[in-house]
């Protein structure tokens, strides 16, 4: 089982920078993909960003640019940092990891994100 905590979230200006963080915990294979995606209210639940454990990268159009994912291996840390915020940025972010030949995927609990203009 792997468990998901995200942090980082809050309120923020447009124009501003918040940084995510995702801490991973459980049975994490060496190998695997973690991702943020986000939900604002009254929509689907969309991706963000996706990065593999050797480090290639996946940006949606609306963040490229503004977001980097990263990822500390050693530490089982996921990060989103967010800059240039609008306030269309404004969601419930949710970190998640994909791993094994089965494609298992874990959620973590979200972390809000608002931004005022």
């Known amino acids: 089982q792997v468990q998901l905590v995200e942090s980082g979230g809050g309120l923020v200006q447009a124009g501003g920078s918040l940084r995510l963080s995702c801490a991973a915990s459980?049975?994490?294979?060496?190998?695997?993909?973690m991702g943020w995606y986000r939900q604002a209210p009254g929509k689907q639940r969309e991706l963000v960003a996706t990065?593999?454990?050797?480090?290639?990268?996946n940006y949606a159009d609306s963040v490229k640019g503004r977001f980097t994912i990263s990822r500390d291996n050693t530490k089982n840390m996921l990060y989103l940092q967010m800059n240039s915020l609008k306030p269309e940025d404004t969601a419930l972010y949710y970190c998640?990891?994909?791993?094994?030949?089965?494609?298992?995927?874990?959620w973590g609990q979200g972390t809000q994100v608002t931004v005022s203009s």
């Open positions: 990065i593999t454990s050797a480090g290639g990268t």
């Open positions: 459980g049975s994490i294979f060496r190998s695997n993909v």
């Open positions: 998640k990891l994909v791993q094994g030949w089965n494609k298992n995927y874990y």
